[in-house]
């Protein structure tokens, strides 16, 4: 019998694959699919039958640590030797809580395996430093751990099969080839040996054997986005002309570009993936190095369940649960039509309730949000559905509420999860394949979380779900692919595999050859002179050299090249292959870069006839008028500051949702103070009657008002903020009155606090204007004042101007002597002789903020080139509003920022796009 063995499964898999093809062309059995394993499937198969299967002379039976549980060991280890090196006086906890022991013991189970393949170095080297020293303290206290229980790891298969062949006690295949390592080990070719001396006929490839190198072109790219598009097209005019050929897009660092070759490919060669809704897309490409389990969402949402606690989940949490697509039902992957069929229809309303809910939560500013409080919002709603799996994980959660804290073994761990995960109807049905999969492995995990009683018999919840996110972290997982005849490898990944185009990208010199980097836990001396991975320079250089070769020589043509620029916008050297004389084409100093090519991509077909008409924007002046003509100041100072703006927020109803904050919100701060204002001068009425209080009495008047307010506001208290809120209230409001009374100059009354009015500008209605005070003046004319307690005050200077940044005040005085207030106490007409922010926002920044020549506060009237005195500037005021007021009405809306500020908040760039484009300051410098 022939056995192949190979470096991965993935190489398995495609000569499996491979041979069933051939087979049934040449219409011959096909081969038994065992015969072509990976080395570690082949040595556990091995095992198990050294084991059980009935071998000769078979020895005690050994358990097989499963990885996860074998590093879990390794923690214990190094745990233990820490609590044993703490300095006395101190706890045991000390010296562990200041190490990483996940990283730590990854660490160590490497460098258990590296002695395992390489040997034991000399006892001298041992000592040389503190982590080697440590290191060997840790491998004989797990030695002893793996001899008492009578436990094996991994990472001793290769030397218990080399011992068990060797004396006969496994019988040998009569003909064994290994395919796809690109280097040996000492233990491996200890089992050659041993395959050898027993009598099988053994092919040692450990490296691809080569044909010779292609004719290879090489080329630069100015960034790694550019390099991926020009490849993904050449690919897919590749599949065009050769509908046939096998391709494979080689890199060394196929962790950083997967996401960013995933997506360029999806758009050349699966447009369906991108432009529709599909569970399935199928997909013409296959990738190497599956992501981590809990990359995918049905997993990571599943650890968010898991999280979910009865008090104090913080909104994120609460938001990625609401918006997620789980549970579904199964009917939504039938492809059945919503219209008709009920399970998706109410799955659809469901989902709709629940981000109803989730925006409710944000205008609630509700930081964190307890089991009583989502079920309620949930409910308001109409999720009715999700506040039924709120309610039954919260009764499992009281069940186990006071063993919950204790440690239990990992399989009531276990239990318990998949019991919570259940309650919440997590995951549901309608899951895709790639889901499928997902979930799959998901009780995989589950299972590992299990097995890890065999080192740990209990464990706290928080250790628990610690464990089962490093599980899900460290199991891959990705759904079978048809999409064979393109592949995304890396360069290990392309080993023993042959195609006819292989493109060769991201070989810069910070790739390739990779970086030394020696395991830290073993002599670096050693490490070297055994040509183990990364244990210096030469060892990576030779390494990338033959590997390089290798590469040349696995496809009929070769494209490599390389990005001239980082992702951070550092400059990027070819890698020194490139220049080599195994290359044949430019040298590294004749490198050419890449021409300008214009891709034809999916919604561009490459035949113009074919091709659909391009979308043109509109002329700005081609917006349909606006169908609804009123709104707040605040349609007008978006009109100002970008028309566009005004078009996305007031007639599409774009807006950011907003995002939940510790304390109390600006508006809510806002509301606050102007509440206890109010309150205030609701009794004061006038000056004189400020002037007379005392500062007791006065202060006896805010606390009152301060009271009467928070008594409406009991979620204050709910939250814990009543007294620091309490005090700062009456501090600020305290801190103004006395402003007002010791530096405002003159005499006023007081005619209206949060006054309501409106305003018509053509046939544009401005309503719900909240005026915050309503002064009257010696000399009968009205001031109006518009507190402001936010960290950033708008001066005068924002009213100036063809389009002012900021017209609330102006439209405010405007409304007053246009309409009056709405309920009458201030008749229409009278006159407006003056408007001023009162900026409260902290004890040393009390102000008025008004017109230069009108100051409120006794200081000296100044003048300013740009203020035309408030009668022509309230003339001005009207004739620029009701420009505005038109170009809004008519459908004016070009994307034309006043200055690059008005874009920091705006948050519909996504629109828009300006920042394509650029945007003029005031000073006339451009930003972009």
């Known amino acids: 019998m022939t056995t192949t063995v190979t470096r991965n499964a993935r190489l398995a898999r495609h000569l499996r694959r491979e041979a069933a093809v051939g087979a049934a062309t040449a219409e011959m059995p096909v081969v038994a699919t065992a015969a072509v394993q990976s080395l570690e499937a082949w040595l556990e198969e091995q095992w198990k039958e050294l084991q059980w299967g009935g071998a000769a002379d078979n020895p005690e039976t050994r358990f097989l640590l499963p990885r996860p549980t074998a590093l879990l060991l390794w923690e214990r280890v190094i745990a233990e030797d820490g609590a044993g090196g703490a300095r006395p006086g101190l706890s045991d906890d000390f010296a562990t809580e200041l190490l990483d022991l996940p990283r730590l013991a990854r660490l160590a189970a490497d460098a258990w395996g590296r002695l395992h393949d390489f040997g034991e170095p000399d006892p001298d080297e041992w000592g040389r430093t503190p982590e080697t020293e440590a290191f060997n303290r840790w491998r004989a206290a797990f030695a002893d751990y793996l001899k008492a229980e009578n436990w094996l790891t991994h990472t001793q298969l290769t030397g218990e099969i080399t011992e068990a062949v060797a004396s006969g006690r496994l019988p040998r295949p009569d003909t064994l080839t290994f395919r796809g390592f690109e280097r040996s080990t000492p233990a491996l070719e200890k089992l050659a040996d041993a395959l050898e001396a027993a009598g099988c006929d053994v092919s040692r490839g450990w490296q691809a054997e080569l044909t010779g190198p292609s004719p290879a072109t090489a080329v630069a790219y100015p960034t790694a986005a550019d390099e991926a598009s020009a490849v993904a097209h050449q690919v897919r005019t590749l599949l065009d002309d050769e509908p046939d050929c096998s391709i494979a897009i080689i890199t060394p660092d196929l962790s950083s570009a997967r996401s960013l070759y995933e997506r360029v490919l999806a758009e050349e060669l699966s447009p369906a993936s991108a432009l529709l809704d599909e569970l399935d897309s199928p997909r013409r490409f296959d990738m190497a190095g599956a992501p981590a389990l809990n990359d995918y969402a049905l997993v990571a949402r599943a650890l968010d369940w898991l999280i979910l606690k009865p008090h104090g989940n913080a909104f994120s949490l609460v938001s990625r649960l609401l918006l997620s697509p789980y549970p579904r039902p199964a009917a939504l992957l039938k492809g059945e039509n919503p219209a008709n069929h009920d399970d998706i229809k109410a799955w659809q309303s469901e989902q709709e309730a629940r981000a109803r809910c989730e925006a409710a939560l944000r205008n609630d500013n509700a930081w964190t949000v307890s089991f009583d409080y989502l079920v309620y919002r949930l409910k308001k709603a109409g999720a009715d559905k999700s506040a039924g799996g709120i309610k039954r994980l919260a009764e499992l959660l009281e069940i186990d509420r006071k063993t919950d804290d204790e440690p239990v073994s ?8 998949a019991a919570r995960l259940q309650a919440v109807g997590w995951p549901g049905g309608g899951l895709s394949a790639t889901e499928g999969v997902a979930f799959a492995r998901w009780r995989d995990v589950l299972a590992q979380l299990t097995a890890m009683t065999t080192v740990a018999p209990s464990m706290t919840r928080a250790q628990a779900l610690d464990h089962t996110r490093r599980l899900a972290n460290d199991t891959p997982s990705q759904a079978a692919s048809s999409g064979l005849q393109v592949q995304v490898l890396g360069v290990l990944d392309a080993a023993g595999l042959e195609f006819d185009h292989a493109f060769l990208v991201g070989f810069d010199a910070g790739s390739f050859p990779a970086s030394a980097a020696p395991q830290p836990l073993l002599p670096a001396h050693w490490q070297a002179e055994t040509g183990q991975p990364k244990s210096s320079p030469e060892v990576e250089l030779d390494f990338a050299r033959r590997v390089w070769e290798r590469l040349l020589g696995s496809a009929k043509n070769v494209h490599a090249s390389c990005a001239r620029q980082g992702d951070s916008d550092q400059p990027l050297q070819p890698c020194a292959m490139l220049a080599g004389p195994m290359i044949v084409g430019p040298m590294l100093g004749e490198l050419d870069d890449a021409p300008a090519v214009d891709h034809e991509t999916w919604y561009r077909p490459a035949d113009p006839a074919e091709r659909q008409e391009q979308l043109v924007p509109r002329e700005p002046d081609s917006t349909p008028p606006a169908l609804v003509l009123s709104g707040g100041t605040g349609l007008l100072k978006d009109q100002s500051e970008c028309p566009f703006r005004a078009l996305a927020s007031r007639r599409l109803h774009v807006e950011a949702l907003e995002e939940p904050a510790p304390g109390i919100t600006p508006a809510d701060r806002g509301k606050l103070v102007h509440t206890v204002l109010q309150l205030a001068w609701d009794e004061l009425k006038t000056s004189s009657t400020l002037r007379a209080k005392s500062d007791d009495r006065l202060a006896e008047l805010v606390e009152n008002s301060v009271d009467a307010v928070l ?16 005090a700062w209230l009456a501090d600020i409001a305290m801190a103004w009155l006395l402003y007002e009374r010791d530096q405002r100059v003159g005499d006023w009354k007081v005619l209206a606090t949060e006054a309501r009015t409106s305003a018509t500008l053509g046939s544009l209605e401005i309503r719900s204007m909240r005026i915050d005070r309503i002064d009257e003046m010696p000399d009968g004319s009205l001031a109006v004042i518009d507190y402001k307690t936010s960290a950033s005050v708008p001066s005068p ?10 017209p609330q005040l102006p439209l405010y005085a405007l409304a007053v002597e246009q309409q009056g207030t709405a309920d009458g106490s201030l008749p229409a007409g009278q006159h ?17 903020r008004g017109p230069p020549d009108q100051p409120l506060d006794g200081r000296k009237p100044r003048t300013d080139k740009k203020w035309l005195g408030w009668d022509d500037q309230t003339a001005q005021w009207r004739s620029t509003f009701e420009r505005l007021a038109r170009d809004y009405a008519e459908g004016r809306a070009p994307v034309d920022p006043l200055k690059s500020q008005a874009c920091q908040y705006c948050k519909r760039q996504s629109l828009c796009r300006v920042f394509e484009g650029q945007v003029e300051d005031d000073d006339g410098e451009g930003e972009r």
Not at 410 to 417: I, K, S
């Open 410 to 417: 990992p399989v009531q761990w276990t239990e318990r999860f």
């Open 711 to 726: 008594a409406d506001n009991g979620w204050l208290a709910s939250a814990g903020l009543l007294q620091p809120t309490r």
């Open 797 to 806: 200077s924002s009213w100036l101007g063809d389009r002012p940044s900021d």
């Open 832 to 848: 407006v002789s003056i408007a001023a922010f009162a900026s409260l926002v902290a004890r040393d920044e009390l102000a008025f």
